[in-house]
């Protein structure tokens, strides 16, 4: 899963929690974070093997302390307390359970694609339902969560019809990212460069996830 978990993000954010969305953007791929810094550092292992699956090069074999389902469930909890706590400290205790279900959501929707690779704890255990080997519904399953999640963004939010058309270009430009990804043919990066992508990619549709909001202020 990839395009798809922003899905997420955008379907929380409501002018009601107010959580910014370029922090449900970081929370929803916060799992994908800590697992590209892990295998920088060396620590958590991933392969690149051309046609692992259909829709994915990614065998990642190794990889307890971002995608159990323990350590997912333990990100998720850290996640809500360090918005609270730490930050926004006049945050609800609603929002930080949302900040919270924006990082396990990573976890439901990985189980969803990957191929039993997710652990339930440390390495053991390993579960996914493995859409990913079915690539033309993987990629549907994207897209349609994707379309919904910023219908539900556009509908719970209230802003301008400017703001509204950079969304939906927004949600545009990373399904084309996602056309990419799934069907474009790529020589295999290695694990590191896997990694170093993933860090410049989730960060700029985060930087773009905060332009998008900044804009909003502006305007009202
Ligand atoms: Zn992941």
Known sequence: ???????????????KNRIPLWV???????LDYIWATLVLLGIEKLRVIKGFTAGSMLDSYYHPY???????LIWSALA??????????????????????????????????????LAIYDNTWKVGLGLWNYRGLEF???VALLA?????????????????????????????????DTFVPRTPLSDRATAMGVWIFYTLFVVVAYLLE?????EF
Do not use: C
């Not at 279900?101 to 189980?111: G, M, T």
């Not at 910023?150 to 990373?174: D, H, M, P, W």
């Open 66 to 72: 971002s995608h159990s389902l323990v350590a997912a």
């Open 148 to 180: 919904g999640g910023i219908v539900l963004y556009v509908a719970r939010n209230t802003i301008s019809a400017a703001r509204q058309k950079a969304v939906i270009g927004f949600g545009l430009a990373l399904v084309i990212v996602q056309i990419g």
């Open 80 to 117: 809500a307390l360090v918005y609270k706590k730490f930050w926004q400290t006049k945050a609800s205790n609603g929002a930080a359970l949302l900040v919270a279900l924006a990082v396990f959501s990573h976890w439901i929707l990985d189980f969803i694609a990957h191929p039993r690779d």
């Open 1 to 15: 899963m990839f395009v798809g978990h922003y899905s997420v993000a955008f379907a929380i954010k409501s002018d």
């Open 140 to 142: 549907g399953l994207e």
């Open 24 to 30: 449900l953007f970081v929370a929803v791929q916060f």
């Open 214 to 218: 900044r804009t909003r202020r502006r």
